[in-house]
């Protein structure tokens, strides 16, 4: 089983918008903090956190993504969003949805449940 799900990537111009959402299906007995990694392509890239969201729906964001995205949790449905405006080439990645030890997603290495990622590539 796949503790998280992601959807919603796909592919759109510079400027356009895509939402991604998530699904925990794996139950947690605690609310986790939650959060949105991307990881782009080429050799030396690392999973970087993008936005995070604590149990109580406090957000902190990666600068380079401030007030374009919008992270948002929905802890009846067990649900995490992503809403991203203003898209960029340097936007396109692998988009992970995770959920994390501490009060944010704060790396990698705060994460330990992952889903399998989606694709969002921007271009021209």
Do not use: H
């Not at 919603?8 to 986790?32: D, F, H, N, W």
């Not at 802890?75 to 009060?103: I, Q």
């Amino acid at each position: 089983d796949v503790p998280l799900v992601e959807s919603g990537g796909g592919s759109v111009e510079i400027g356009g918008s895509l939402r991604l959402s998530c699904v925990v299906s794996k139950y947690t007995p605690e609310r986790p903090s939650m959060g949105w990694f991307r990881q782009a392509p080429g050799p030396g890239k690392v999973r970087e956190i993008v936005a995070s969201v604590d149990k109580s729906g406090r957000t902190r964001y990666q600068e380079s993504v401030q007030g374009r995205f919008t992270v948002s949790r929905d802890n009846e449905k067990n649900t995490l969003d992503l809403r991203m405006n203003s898209l960029k080439p340097e936007d396109t990645a692998t988009y992970y949805c995770a959920a994390c030890t501490g009060d944010y997603c704060v790396s990698r290495y705060a994460a330990y449940l992952w889903g399998l990622g989606t694709q969002v590539t921007v271009s021209s």
